[in-house]
């Protein structure tokens, strides 16, 4: 007899093996397919710029968009989860994925595209809002770290190899199949949840707090469209209004979530020291990625003279020694403290990025696919062991929240990096910010190490 893999009570420990894998594949396209499209149009700005006959600055929003309506609504669809349940939530943002990506694939004029880039963003949003919080769910709490590797290799192959995917398909066919590939992926990860995905404890007689989320809503908002127009130079006029109503609007969203049970914003978690420590390892790590995935491009090829193809094959490094060391962490921290393979993780992450900085014109492919390879390995070994901390020390009951957090420190970190990186290309001489910014990456994530080990006597992970 077949198992009813969602069905199962959601007290069980994990899902039967037969159910885990399938599961599991299906987690792995949603997640491929949200992660990539954050990544993939980079590299077609310039053609849709052409295209609609925009300028670059405004072409830019067809990224910027879908990494903003991710940044707003990760929250409150974190805290829906919980009423509602993961697995309802992964479903029908798996095929609101797919219908946006088709409206995105026949879009005529440059609205069209980006309302339709907003919403996309939004079932993505709920995507990796629960991604983690099912995988926690679907392994036996002995096995979780395994899950956990899984998914940060695929998050770090999907983010590294974005760029070369672009490439690859824009040679063959038009930036129209950039959106096509995600049906095949959306409805592969829809059939198989709605057949495998376990059902997850839901609280029916709590109420959505809509005050927080519209606050929520505007705090990152336009916390994030601040930080954009600052450091793309806007006027200093207009960004000091934004951030007073950052200040005004965030301290009343921050004061409501101290006086409502659950918090919108999981002050309950964050007040756990172990956790909220995790996730500011976490925004150090990526702020640090970004520094090193933006500088890196540009020193390839304005310093090293590499071709666009060449410095696409040489970060491949990257995600390639990614997809060893996260199933290997997975397995690790079933033997060792999650925060002792963290801290090594990012102290090899830190050796990587100073290696990178010291790099010169005349240094051969293999000396910098040895470093970057270096880079990829400790990224993944920490986030492995960083994520399953973050999942393992939060209730049952509040996993929603703790997968939107993991996903909210992800996004906080890599917004911040890519702004404090064009602040660094505006003030410091191009030829050295490259460089700068690798040592500064370096740094960070040395901090990042220093927090992870700190966490050793912060007390266990709650099972």
Request: proline residues 5%.
């Amino acid at each position: 007899m077949k198992t009813d893999c969602k069905n199962l009570p959601p007290t069980a420990d994990g899902l039967p093996s037969d159910c885990r894998k399938w599961a599991m594949v299906c987690i792995t396209c949603a997640i491929s397919m949200a992660i990539l499209d954050g990544y993939i149009m980079n590299i077609v700005l310039p053609t849709l710029a052409h295209d609609f006959s925009i300028s670059p600055s405004a072409a830019t929003w067809i990224v910027n968009g879908y990494q903003l309506a991710i940044v707003v609504s990760i929250l409150p669809i974190s805290s829906l989860s919980e009423i509602i349940g993961c697995r309802k939530i992964f479903l029908w943002g798996s095929i609101m994925f797919c219908i946006t990506s088709l409206l995105c694939a026949f879009s005529f004029s440059f609205s069209t595209l980006l309302v339709a880039r907003i919403f996309q963003g939004f079932s993505a949003s709920a995507i990796l809002s629960v991604s983690v919080a099912l995988i926690r769910r679907i392994y036996p709490k002995k096995q979780i770290g395994r899950g956990i590797g899984i998914n940060a290799m695929v998050v770090s192959v999907s983010a590294a190899s974005g760029p070369s995917i672009a490439g690859g398909i824009l040679s063959i066919s038009t930036w129209h199949w950039l959106f096509s590939i995600n049906i095949p992926l959306g409805v592969t990860a829809f059939i198989l949840g709605y057949r495998f995905l376990p059902k997850t404890i839901r609280d029916k007689s709590r109420k959505f707090d809509y005050i927080s989320a519209i606050a929520n809503i505007i705090t990152f908002g336009l916390l994030f469209y601040t930080l954009d127009g600052f450091a793309h130079h806007s006027s200093m006029v207009q960004i000091a209004i934004q951030a007073g109503i950052v200040i005004v609007v965030g301290y009343y969203f921050i004061y409501r979530q101290f006086h409502i049970t659950p918090p919108l914003l999981p002050i309950d978690l964050l007040r756990i020291p172990i956790f909220s420590l995790s996730i500011i390892a976490s925004i150090c790590s990526f702020i640090a990625q970004m520094l090193a995935m933006i500088s890196l491009p540009f020193y390839l090829q304005n310093t090293m003279k590499e071709s666009e193809v060449a410095t696409g094959l040489l970060i491949t490094a990257w995600p390639l020694a990614a997809m060893i060391g996260g199933p290997i962490a997975g397995y690790i921290i079933e033997k060792i403290k999650p925060s002792i393979v963290g801290c090594a993780g990012m102290t090899i992450f830190s050796t990587g990025l100073f290696l990178l900085s010291f790099l010169t014109p005349h240094s051969t492919h293999i000396d910098v696919i040895w470093r970057i390879a270096i880079t990829g390995l400790g990224f993944a070994l920490f986030q492995t062991s960083n994520n399953s901390v973050i999942m393992s020390s939060a209730p049952k009951e509040r996993t929603g929240s703790a997968s939107g957090m993991l996903s909210l420190g992800r996004l906080i970190g890599q917004t911040t990096g890519t702004t404090f990186i064009a602040l660094l290309f505006s003030f410091i001489v191009k030829n050295k910010a490259n460089s700068v910014s690798l040592l500064i990456a370096s740094g960070i994530a040395l901090v990042a190490a220093i927090i992870s080990i700190s966490r050793l006597n912060k007390g266990k992970p709650k099972e």
